[in-house]
């Protein structure tokens, strides 16, 4: 199971540097979530930046509110960063379900999921190099087809859109009630005639370092979940001990990839989550 690093987005300055010592740790992956209405580093933007300052760890967004962005412009971009990065991007997506976000980009709420549909299909048909509409859009991607399409969400119609356009699905559920939801992937999957089997990433919350350092993480998930009116909710995992069973449950759940997000600004928090999962 590979393990990731989702980055914090308090301080987009500093990613460089977390990229760098992510790499440098033995983490996979470098991860950004993706809001509009909030004050978080646009993440196509911020990955390319840290591509610049990396060269081996993938560059994931968890996930891009494809919804908002125009198709073809989107298409462009990514191709962009996966061929310029050597083939590293990997475009996790879903439809978001924020009023903020979809009010910010004039884009009605309720239509979000017939955009998406219609978007993943047009995505693979640029990638292939088709024209879209009447006219190619490029450049090319390095990775042939496009860069791997992740899918995230709960809902019946997110998770159809796995086996019909994704290659595996982003699961940011809690593992207690995770297996109901990658039990469907997996069916409609077959269902579809996909050979092989869809990718399954996961993620968690965590935090590492001082007292101080993890009573800023818990603040910082606090007011990101604050909308779900949920206390607790989302609360970083900051014992070693519990981080590394956590690690190992994931594994034998069979997770392809777990993605430790860290909400907290200390860098220094990389090494100490290496310490423990890698």
């Known amino acids: 199971m590979d393990l990731g690093l989702g980055l914090p987005i308090s301080d987009p300055a500093r990613l460089p540097e977390w990229a760098r010592r992510a790499e440098a740790a033995g983490f996979a992956t470098v991860a950004l979530l993706d809001r509009l209405a909030y004050d978080n580093p646009e993440p196509l933007v911020a990955l390319a930046a840290l591509a610049g300052a990396t060269t081996r760890i993938r560059l994931q967004t968890e996930v891009l509110l494809a919804p908002l962005r125009g198709t073809a412009l989107l298409a462009k971009q990514a191709a962009t960063l996966d061929l310029m990065s050597g083939g590293r991007l990997t475009l996790g997506v879903g439809i978001g ?35 879209y509409p009447q006219t190619p859009v490029g450049p090319a991607p390095a990775t042939p087809g496009g860069p791997p399409l992740l899918i995230g969400g709960f809902a019946p119609a997110a998770l159809a859109r796995v086996a019909r356009y994704g290659a595996g699905f982003l699961c940011a559920a809690p593992l207690q009630w995770a297996g109901g939801l990658v039990r ?14 869809p990718r399954l990433v996961c993620q968690i919350n965590a935090a590492a370092g001082s007292p101080e350092s993890i009573a800023r993480a818990r603040r910082a998930v606090a007011e990101y979940y604050a909308f779900t009116g949920r206390s607790g909710w989302g609360d970083p995992v900051t014992d070693a001990g519990q981080l590394a069973d956590t690690v190992a449950a994931y594994r034998d759940f069979g997770a392809d990839e777990l993605v430790l997000y ?17």
């Open 97 to 131: 379900g924020r009023d903020d976000d979809h009010a910010a980009a004039d884009v009605p709420i309720d239509r979000r999921g017939p955009i998406m549909d219609r978007m993943l299909a047009d995505l693979n048909h640029i990638w292939a190099g088709r024209a």
């Open 184 to 197: 469907t992937v997996h069916d409609q999957w077959a269902e579809a005639g996909r050979t092989g089997r």
């Open 262 to 278: 860290c909400y907290g600004d200390d860098p220094a928090q990389i090494e100490l989550l290496a310490g423990t999962v890698l």
